[in-house]
């Protein structure tokens, strides 16, 4: 419920902000004396409505949608020895972190690969791939369990839906007000919005959702380094440092783009900047620090 309530409010704080900060720019003034009928107040409303809007609702729909997009196979009744195994290694480690018992799933992938998802830490799911529990130990696999339970336990999934939130509100307001000046003042258009708008618009919004997405980056790669501890200290350093060696042996298996920053590992992007997990190497690094008492 905290979390739905800064949800709101930096909804709120957010529309603020931005109508004062173009008021103070004089933005408003510059397109009123073109001709421009832009409401700033309602542009920033509706990019508000729009760019938490959207990240709610997948948000609400993340389970589902996990499902059918990885073909996950939620267990209902185990039916052989390493599924009991499983639900009683996340049964046992939901009681430690505090949360309710999630659904639990295994997806028919031959790579290494594990998510959690879900619309708040006491309704989540976490899966895991056929092919993760058919080539490493429990110990392994029981990290690995740790980390996405870690994910969510510390609510990872809103906190990533509300920063995705916030740049999607930026994105959605600053191409529009892009497209406005161009329109109205480069163009000289006042008859309504022309062609000129729309392609700015279109264009700006390519251009800042593939700016806003290093941001949403940066958060994801933070929260991993934080997981990665929640998994050693569920399951023990060697044993969470010995499953992201396994992974790194082999080439990651990407989860469908929507889902890959709640994964145990990814492919990324070209840059670092746009990989929603850091290097299998810095992690092991920074487990191995903490592991002697380096900070």
Avoid: C
């Avoid at 933005?27 to 009123?32: F, T, W």
């Avoid at 010995?242 to 890959?260: F, Y």
């Avoid at 992007?269 to 746009?274: D, Q």
């Amino acid at each position: 419920m905290k979390r739905i309530m800064l949800f709101i409010m930096t909804n709120i704080a957010i529309m603020v902000v931005l109508s004062i900060t173009l008021r103070l720019l004089g933005v408003d003034s510059i397109l009123a004396e073109n001709g421009s009928d832009l409401n700033i107040q309602a542009l920033v409303i509706l990019s508000g409505v729009i760019g938490f809007g959207g990240s709610f609702i997948s948000l609400l729909i993340s389970k589902w949608m996990a499902k059918r997009m990885t073909g996950a196979v939620v267990i209902t009744t185990p039916t052989s020895n390493i599924e009991k195994w499983l639900i009683s290694t996340v049964e046992k480690q939901a009681k430690i972190v505090g949360i309710k018992m999630p659904e639990v799933a295994i997806f028919p992938a031959p790579e290494m690969n594990a998510f959690a998802t879900g619309a708040s830490k006491n309704n989540a799911l976490m899966a895991v791939s056929q092919g993760l529990l058919d080539n490493m130990s429990q110990g392994e696999i029981e990290a690995v369990v740790g980390h996405e339970m870690s994910h969510i336990a510390n609510g990872d999934m809103v906190t990533l839906a509300l920063i995705q939130g916030v740049v999607n509100t930026f994105v959605v307001f600053l191409s529009r007000v892009v497209g406005h000046i161009v329109d109205r003042v480069i163009l000289k258009n006042n008859q309504g919005h022309g062609i000129g708008y729309f392609i700015t618009v279109m264009v700006s919004q390519v251009v800042l959702s593939i700016l806003a997405s290093t941001i949403v980056m940066y958060f994801s790669r933070k929260r991993e380094f934080i997981a990665d501890t929640g998994g050693a200290d569920l399951a023990g350093h060697q044993n969470m440092i010995n499953a992201l060696k396994r992974l790194g042996q082999v080439e990651p298996s990407a989860l469908p783009e929507q889902m890959a920053a709640f994964g145990i590992n990814d492919k990324g992007g070209i840059m670092a900047l746009f990989s929603s997990h850091p290097p299998i190497e810095a992690r092991i690094e920074a487990l191995e620090k903490r592991a002697m008492g380096i900070s």
